[in-house]
């Protein structure tokens, strides 16, 4: 069966600080990854998906970058964190193939100080 | 669209009773659409799908209902129960990769 898994569960990271957030799947081969963010209390934000090892669709310029550096491997990303930035990150995959649902991992809560 | 900066409303139920769940999707090209159920601190979860060639279907105690013509999706969960309480959220997709996700509900279930 498939499986993601998303780590850290929780960070706190100073402002200025890089970010590097890592989501990996099992069990499925050229899934499509995402990556959501979400303000407490809010709805989610879709901020890149991947479609292939190297592809990335950034929906939302910001402070954050993702790469792909395996196919079942996402990574989450910034240089330079800011206040704004903190909230719940969460990984996400699909199948490559028709309409599907997305499985979620169980999420990452960044807060930044 | 995408729903961001939005606060969520909040459902209050009886135990027992039932909940109707409503979401208005912005993309009339969409032709899939899932129900997911997300508990505190945790990701969301799978209820239900539809696709656009369907208005209703029905799972176990939950029933979801798709109007194209006002682009309208709802969630019903039969017989309420405490372990239902979370926030609830539909999604839409339709010709991309892209998952847009709804504002979300709280559903808060009364003893």
């Known amino acids: 069966s498939q499986t993601i898994h998303q780590w850290p569960a929780t960070l706190v990271q100073p402002v200025g600080s890089p970010l590097s957030l890592e989501c990996t799947v099992e069990g499925t081969s050229n899934p499509n990854l995402y990556w959501y963010r979400q303000a407490a209390g809010r709805g989610l934000q879709l901020l890149f998906y991947?479609?292939?090892?190297?592809?990335i669709s950034s929906e939302v310029p910001q402070n954050l970058s993702a790469s792909r550096p395996q196919d079942r491997q996402f990574i989450l990303s910034s240089k330079k964190l800011l206040l704004s930035d903190s909230g719940f990150y969460l990984c996400?995959?699909?199948?490559?193939?028709?309409?599907?649902?997305?499985?979620f991992g169980q999420g990452t809560r960044l807060t930044v100080v | 669209g995408e729903s961001v900066g939005l606060h969520l409303p909040t459902l209050s139920v009886q135990e027992g009773d039932n909940s109707i769940i409503n979401c208005a999707y912005s993309n009339s090209a969409s032709d899939y659409f899932i129900w997911y159920k997300q508990e505190s601190g945790k990701g969301p979860q799978f209820i239900i799908d539809i696709r656009s060639n369907m208005d209703k279907r029905q799972g176990q105690r939950v029933t979801v209902l798709l109007n194209k013509t006002v682009k309208h999706l709802s969630l019903q969960i039969a017989a309420t129960q405490p372990g239902d309480s979370a926030v609830y959220f539909c999604a839409e997709k339709g010709g991309t990769y892209k998952y847009i996700f709804g504002t979300g509900t709280r559903l808060k279930v009364l003893a």
């Open positions: 996400a995959w699909s199948t490559g193939q028709g309409d599907t649902e997305a499985f």
């Open positions: 991947s479609v292939g090892i190297g592809q």
